[in-house]
Each structure stands twice: as structure tokens, then as C-alpha cells.
């Protein structure tokens, strides 16, 4: 056999942005909420896998298999995990993540569908910039889009509030980690402080959404109030419930 | 160097390759040399519409592949002769179609006609990005209905990213036809209204094409409808939204049922 001159593997570095699935304590009803959750959006993980993050669960290895078999049961597909034990580590299992970069706040209960990226500033150096100050946050830039958000897009700011001077189409997707501001017609879906911001809201010249969210709570466009449909509205959360009140 | 238009919708059966006949024959019989590309590989139907699928010898394929030439491939029409098609595969594979065959194609195209009409497939898949890329301007099709118009949004999306024009910065010129519009179930609130549409989609509308059985005579006779049956409304309003492509200025029509039709639809309207 003849010797080939050694060849250098390449390896790219490119980062992503992902989410990060943190069950919360007690398990059995985290789970329960999980499934509730899965039947207002299913599919939601055929579309996106998560990191699952265990730092505040104080788990042994069994409860860890146990908690990533239930997950497997619901089909959510976990890319790896976050504040393992090193020790669980196994062939057949995700593999151990080091600590990534936050851009939650701490308290974020949550999570909240991202189906893909159009026009975010993805810009690596900006991207954790959030600052924490007691419960409220101050954003980074805001993401302006100029032009209609069509059926099948989604626009995504991990960093602070989305001002679309459009409309917002039916089939596609908003979400902010501040408030959304949408200057045309809101006829698909929209999620305000989505990676943990209760003091968010969403504001728009004529309410026609398929879903608001404000910290991961919902609202489906049966649930809104009809009287308020094609109306300029916000909505925001008031004593843990989304509130949406009309512009006059 | 001519127009390459796309005729495109996301939706299948709204009417693309009936607008691309009648379009595309509209504008030759100003005497303007057109040709219009069927890009439905697999399921070719523009050479039934224009009457030419006895004549079809060497397809887009075979021209993109390099196993015949441009003039081989484009068949005269029998009625218009400065109107030409240039088929599709029926039998070939739709993943025969390369980007840069397709390109050499177009360009070959735009060199020796006025306008390039490309009837793309349904969908948002590769024939339909195909169709679409080179052109320099979309008629997206929509009828008044809600699924239609969310696959048109849809379409408009892919428009604003996928087409050359768009990664250049320049952006596609975008216009919508609204088919099959039945100003009976419009005035009844079945159908979306024109309003409804226009402010869903936010795009200039070029024309209103109703509902009508000539459509489908003129289809089974193997003509574009605006051959066919000229003093139709259908073709009326082709011919109108081809006068318009050409920077005509002609005022819109609504197609009307009957005369009572008309007062109770604008009376609701404005109300
Ligand atoms: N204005 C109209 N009035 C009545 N029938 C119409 C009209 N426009 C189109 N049709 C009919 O609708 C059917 C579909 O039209 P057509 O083949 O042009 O659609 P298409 O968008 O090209 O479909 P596909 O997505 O399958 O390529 C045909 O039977 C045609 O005759
Ligand atoms: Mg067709």
C-alpha cells in the first residue's frame, strides 16, 4: 500500500443558537406542564432540538435516565446536556455540553418556539450582552425589518425587542426576547420576552394573531377576545395572565 | 434584451399556466415576440393549453442539456407567429434541470424575445426556486381564498430571497393576479374580497381575472383563452393585465355579475 502524505482534518467554528430545555423541580409536574405545553404546539419538537439543562436538578444517574427517557417518549430530541455529571456519560446518550452563554434571565420559566432565523443580528459579539438589573432588563439593539414578514419566515432577536414596520403574516413567526412592535397587521404568531421577560409586550396596529406569548405564556386567537380583533392592541402580562387592551 | 417574467403561486390548480397562455398570447398579438417556458417537468400541460402537444419534439431539457439547440426546441405557434413555447419533459426526471443549464437557457431566451414567460410548477420546491430565479419580474397567482393567499405569501417570501434579482440587492418587481374571482360568491362574503387580498399581500395588483367557463372551452380547444374567446371577460381582463405589463395605464375593472350585483357589492363595501 502506498503511504498518502498526512492530510489535516479542517474543522470550521461556527456557533448556533439554540434552546435550552431546564425541567424545574418537582419533575412529575414539570412534566405535566411540559405535556399541556406540547398539546397547544405540537410538532414544535420535530422542528427544534433543545440542550437539556440539569444544573439545578440535583440528579443521580437513574433519575438522569429517567427524566431523558420521558423526554425521549415525547419525542423531544436533546442535542446534548448541560450540568451533567460527567461520570453518567455513555455511548447511547447525548453528549455532556460545557456551560454556554446565557441569554436568559434567570427566572425565564419557559421556553418559546424558534423555527429559523431571517435577518436576526447573529452578530457573535453582540449577542450577550444582556444585563440583569433586579428583575428588569435592558436590551440590546433592537431589530428593525423594513419589509412584510411573509407566510413561512421567522424573525428572531435573542437580544432585545423586533419593530417591524409590516405586517406579519399568517404562518410566520416573531419572537423577541424584548417587545415586538409591529406597525401593520399581526396575523401570525408573536412571542415577546421569550427568553424570560415578563415586563414585554406586544403592540401592533390591527390584531389578527394566530398566538401571542409574553414569557412563555399564551394565548391562541380563539382565546382573544373577538371584540379586540382587527384592532390596534398590546398585550402584556398582568398577575401571571396575558392582558390585551385596545388603543383608542 | 427582453422581460423574464415567472408566473408562480405556491398553490397548485389557482390557474398559472392558463395565465401564461393567455398572458403570454395577449402580448404577442401586439406583435411583440414571446416565449413562454413550461417548467413543470413531469407534468407538462402549457403545450395542451397552447394547442401544441402533437408538435413537441426537442423540450427544455434537451436544449439545457446541450443535445439540441434553442431553435430546434421552440415551436411557432399556429395562430400568433411571434408567439412560441418551449416545453417541457414529460418523461424526464425533475432533477434533470441544473442551475446553470437553466441559466444558459434564460439567457439564450431573453437575447432573442420581448418577453420570457416562465409557467412554474406548484409548490416551493426546486422546479418552483428554478422557475423562478433568473426572472427579473413575478406575477404571483392567487385565488380569493385563504389557502391560496397564505401559499402566495409564502411564494412572495421565496421571491424576495431566492431570485437573483433579490440576492443582487435590487429586489423583483412583483405583481398579483387574482383568478378565478366569482363576483357571485364575492357579493354572497364567500369568497376574500379584492381588499382582503391586496392588504394581505401587499403587492400592486395587475388585474382581476373572473371565474368563467370559456376558460375551460378555450383549454379544450387548445388556446389560450385570449385567443380563443376575445370578447370573453376572461380575456378582457388578460388582455387588460397584458397592456398594463407594458406600462398601459388601464383602469381597473371589477368583474360584475349583474347589474344588481354591482350596487349591493359596493353598497356593502363602503358600509
Ligand atoms: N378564470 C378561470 N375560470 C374557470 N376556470 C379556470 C380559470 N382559471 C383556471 N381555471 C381552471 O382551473 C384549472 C387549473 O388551472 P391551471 O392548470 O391554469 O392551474 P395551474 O396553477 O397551472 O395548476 P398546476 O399547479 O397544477 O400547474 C384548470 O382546469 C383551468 O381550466
Ligand atoms: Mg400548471
Known amino acids: 500500500m502506498s503511504v498518502r502524505p498526512t492530510q489535516a482534518i479542517r474543522f470550521k467554528g461556527r456557533s448556533y443558537f439554540s434552546l435550552t430545555l431546564a425541567p424545574e423541580l418537582p419533575l412529575a409536574e414539570w412534566q405535566n406542564r411540559l405535556d399541556a405545553w406540547l398539546e397547544r404546539s405540537p ?37 446534548g446536556v448541560e450540568g451533567g455529571n460527567a461520570d453518567w456519560a455513555g455511548p447511547d446518550l447525548p453528549p455532556f455540553m460545557p456551560s454556554g452563554k446565557d441569554v436568559r434571565t434567570p427566572d425565564s420559566e419557559t421556553e418559546t418556539p424558534v ?60 419572537v423577541a426576547a424584548g417587545s415586538i412592535h409591529v406597525y401593520g397587521a399581526l396575523r401570525g404568531r408573536a412571542m415577546a420576552g421569550a427568553y424570560g421577560d415578563e415586563t414585554a409586550r406586544i403592540f401592533c396596529r390591527s390584531l389578527e394573531a394566530e398566538l401571542i406569548a409574553v414569557n412563555g ?29 385596545k388603543f383608542d | 434584451m427582453g422581460k423574464v417574467l415567472v408566473v408562480t403561486s405556491g398553490k397548485g390548480g389557482v390557474g398559472k399556466t392558463t395565465s401564461t397562455a393567455a398572458i403570454g398570447a395577449a402580448l404577442a398579438q401586439t406583435g411583440q415576440k414571446v416565449a413562454v417556458v413550461d417548467f413543470d417537468v413531469g407534468l407538462r400541460n402549457l403545450d395542451l393549453i397552447m394547442g401544441a402537444e402533437r408538435r413537441v419534439v426537442f423540450d427544455f431539457i434537451n436544449v439545457a442539456q446541450g443535445d439540441a439547440n434553442l ?35 434564460i439567457d439564450e431566451l431573453r ?20 422557475a423562478m430565479r433568473y426572472a427579473d419580474s413575478a406575477i404571483v397567482i392567487a385565488n380569493p ?10 411564494i412572495i417570501g421565496l421571491l424576495d430571497s431566492k431570485t437573483l434579482k433579490a440576492e443582487s440587492g435590487e429586489g423583483i418587481e412583483k405583481h398579483l ?64 393585465a397584458a397592456r398594463r405589463l407594458c406600462g398601459v395605464p388601464v383602469p381597473m375593472t371589477r368583474p360584475t355579475e349583474k347589474v344588481s350585483m354591482f350596487g349591493r357589492f359596493f353598497g356593502r363595501r363602503a358600509a
Open chain 1, 43 to 79: 410538532g414544535f419538537f420535530s422542528r427544534n432540538s433543545v440542550i437539556l439543562d440539569v444544573r439545578d436538578l440535583a440528579l443521580d444517574k437513574d433519575g438522569f435516565l429517567t427524566l431523558l427517557e420521558g423526554l425521549r417518549e415525547r419525542a423531544v430530541r436533546v442535542l
Open chain 1, 115 to 174: 423555527e429559523a432565523c431571517v435577518g436576526a443580528n447573529r452578530d457573535e459579539a453582540q449577542a450577550p450582552t444582556l444585563a440583569t438589573t433586579g428583575n428588569a432588563i435592558r436590551h440590546a439593539s433592537p431589530l428593525f425589518i423594513d419589509s412584510p414578514v411573509r407566510s413561512g419566515q421567522s424573525v428572531l432577536n435573542p437580544d432585545g425587542d423586533v419593530i417591524i414596520t409590516g405586517a406579519v403574516a399568517s404562518g410566520a413567526e416573531v
Open chain 1, 217 to 245: 405564556l399564551y394565548q391562541t386567537s380563539d382565546e382573544i377576545d373577538p371584540a379586540l380583533r382587527k384592532k390596534p392592541a398590546q398585550a402584556r402580562l398582568k398577575h401571571g395572565m396575558i392582558l390585551v387592551t
Open chain 2, 71 to 105: 431553435s430546434q426546441a421552440l415551436i411557432r405557434d399556429k395562430r400568433v407567429d411571434t408567439l412560441y413555447l418551449l416545453a417541457a419533459s414529460q418523461t424526464r426526471d425533475k432533477d434533470a434541470l441544473t442551475e446553470e443549464g437553466v441559466k444558459r437557457v
Open chain 2, 111 to 130: 437575447d432573442r424575445f420581448d418577453w420570457v414567460i416562465c409557467d412554474s410548477p406548484a409548490g416551493i420546491e426546486r422546479g418552483a426556486t428554478l
Open chain 2, 145 to 154: 381564498e385563504v389557502s391560496s393567499v397564505r401559499d402566495s405569501d409564502r
Open chain 2, 177 to 240: 393576479l387574482l383568478t378565478r374571482y366569482d363576483p357571485a360568491r364575492a357579493a354572497r362574503g364567500e369568497m376574500l374580497s379584492v381588499e382582503d387580498v391586496l392588504d394581505i399581500l401587499s403587492i400592486p395588483l395587475l388585474g382581476i381575472i373572473p371565474e368563467s367557463q370559456d376558460v375551460l372551452k378555450a383549454s379544450n380547444v387548445g388556446a389560450p383563452v385570449s385567443i380563443n374567446s376575445t370578447t370573453s371577460a376572461a380575456a378582457a381582463a388578460y388582455i387588460d
